[in-house]
């Protein structure tokens, strides 16, 4: 609601926070990393105390839920109640996008907040971005720019898909040859995968392709993520797309021949022997070494032909009483959950986890449309919908595909995008186990962090505001809310696309 008058910010307005919260220093240091554009510094922070005249006062309030708040700005003074510091973080989220872009330019002394009074939570607990860095690599920095993204946002969950066919791009000490040599592909395909038929018409780069995360690097990410209120749930792909990590260590697939990391992009039939107990026991060694309480194990396009002439597979099959190999991924799905439930952690996976038969517990990534999501959602599982219909931010957005750079396929434009109805073909009942939503950014054809940018912006916006307020939509109205946004992202440097902004 807006309100007559201004607030006259300047670079001696003290910020006065009235908790006792240790994580209120991160809010105040968003606060200062939002105003450092505008005043060249930050603004003086003073422990313990709030209601002052012309300050921006931060007070935390019990009652309210964790992640909302108010946003009161006056003629006198900026004050911010929030359930918790996550609430705050997002009001100071908000009070950048209530700063006139022009401000961003430095130097300024003074800069007018409209009055108004917000009051804003989240309707989903989980607005998340999946980020492939296995296809191609993406530097700390770069990752850290993308937590900015995702903050600059409210989005709070960061999907981190660290292996892959192409590379396994985690340090692991107890198996150092997945970095050694998982880490670096030979070559890459040069341009559109024709999908399996590579013949003297592909044609490679000829160059040695890598990059990993020491465990200590994947530590700094995950606490600039804290700081920012988002959480990180690293991706071990299991069982499928496991190429790089067989290339590591034969003996961890069907045939133990000599795999190499892939160097094209379509979808290989080498994939993690289940039927052998020393696979499950590297498994295990590393997700001991991996960090979080969620842990995905992806679990998509993992073809069962390797299984089928396996004997250890097929030994496992009848031990456990399987009728299909298809069964088999469930069989390992739910042998890798046990394990992670004894060290208080759970397991997420892609929609394919369901086809093997899945556990209550184990929370599914809804990708194949939200069919997968529903279904898992009607018996009880909790479900983030990341549909390839509406999430898939890698897939073109416009349909003059011959002036837009190399990307996956299909058309989504940011209206289509907005569309998305998590909620679509569910009860009441069934909703409340849908934890949220995400984009998904594959990187196959995404070679650097500029076309990243590109191929996220706008269209995360889209994403964010669905999790936001997946009830109370209106596209008209989003775009011209959009028209500031990209002002900002203009300002802080971030490459957009321009598609839904030509008129
Ligand atoms: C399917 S989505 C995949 C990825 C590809 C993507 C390209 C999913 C769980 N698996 O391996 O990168 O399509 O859009």
């Given amino acids: 609601t807006p309100v007559e ?20 220093r991160w809010v105040a240091d968003a606060l200062d990393e939002v105003l450092q554009p505008v005043f060249g510094r930050g603004l003086e922070c003073r422990f313990p105390q709030a209601g ?33 510091p996550e609430g705050a973080f997002y009001a100071v989220q908000t009070l950048r996008q209530l700063l006139p872009v022009e401000a961003f330019d430095g130097g300024v002394r003074t800069v007018e907040l409209p009055a108004v009074e917000i009051e804003d939570r989240p309707a989903m607990a989980y607005r998340g971005l999946m980020l492939d860095v296995a296809r191609h690599f993406f530097t700390v920095d770069e990752v850290k720019r993308t937590l900015d993204l995702l903050a600059l946002h409210k989005m709070n969950v960061f999907h981190w898909h660290l292996t892959d066919d192409q590379g396994w791009r985690l340090e692991i000490h ?8 998982g880490s670096v592909r030979r070559r890459t395909l040069i341009g559109k995968d024709p999908g399996g038929e590579y013949d003297e018409t592909c044609r490679y780069d000829e160059r040695p392709y890598g990059g990993f995360y020491t465990q200590e690097e994947v530590r700094e990410v995950v ?44 979808i290989d039939d080498r994939v993690f022997c289940v039927g052998r107990d020393s696979t499950f026991d590297f498994i295990e060694g590393v997700l001991d070494e991996v960090i979080g309480l969620y842990i995905h194990i992806g679990g998509d396009e993992c073809p069962t032909k390797m299984w089928e002439q396996c004997p250890h597979c097929r030994a496992r099959m009848r031990a456990e009483g399987l009728t299909a190999p298809r069964q088999l991924q469930g069989y390992a799905t739910k ?10 952690r759970r397991l997420i996976g892609w929609d394919e986890i369901l086809d093997g038969g ?17 279904r898992a959602a009607r018996q009880g599982n909790p479900v983030v919908m990341a549909p390839t219909t509406h999430c898939y931010l890698d897939y073109y957005q416009t349909d003059d595909v011959a002036n837009e750079p190399l990307a996956w396929g299909g058309c989504l434009p940011l209206s289509k995008v907005y569309e998305l109805d998590p909620y679509e073909g569910l009860d009441s009942l069934a909703q409340r186990c849908v934890l949220g939503v995400q984009a ?24 964010a505001e669905v999790g936001w307020a997946p009830r109370r939509r209106n596209y008209d109205d989003f775009l011209r809310r ?21 008129h």
């Fill in 482 to 502: 959009m028209e500031h946004l990209r002002l900002l992202y203009g300002a802080c440097g971030y490459r957009y696309a321009p598609h839904p902004f030509a």
């Fill in 174 to 181: 107890k198996y150092p040859e997945l970095t050694r040599v």
């Fill in 5 to 24: 008058g201004v607030f006259r910010l300047g670079a001696s307005t003290p910020v006065c926070i009235e908790s006792s919260d240790e994580r209120m």
């Fill in 223 to 266: 606490d600039y993520a804290a700081r920012r209120f988002i959480t990180v749930i690293p991706e071990i792909e299991f069982p499928g797309h496991a190429v790089a990590a067989l290339a590591s260590y034969p003996w961890l697939g069907c045939t133990g021949e000599q795999y190499e990391v892939r160097q094209t992009w379509d």
């Fill in 52 to 84: 002052e005249p012309h300050a921006v006062n931060f007070l935390l309030d019990a009652s309210m839920a964790p992640d909302a708040y108010r946003l009161m700005v006056t003629t006198e003074r900026v004050d911010i109640c929030a359930g918790a």
């Fill in 335 to 344: 042998r890798v959950e046990r394990f992670l439930q004894a060290h208080g």
């Fill in 358 to 374: 899945v556990s209550p517990t184990a929370a599914v990534m809804s990708w194949r449309g939200t069919e997968g999501g529903i």
């Fill in 440 to 463: 998904n950014l594959w990187t196959e054809y995404i070679p650097d962090f500029a076309q990243a940018q590109y191929m996220l912006l706008p269209r995360l916006a889209a994403v």
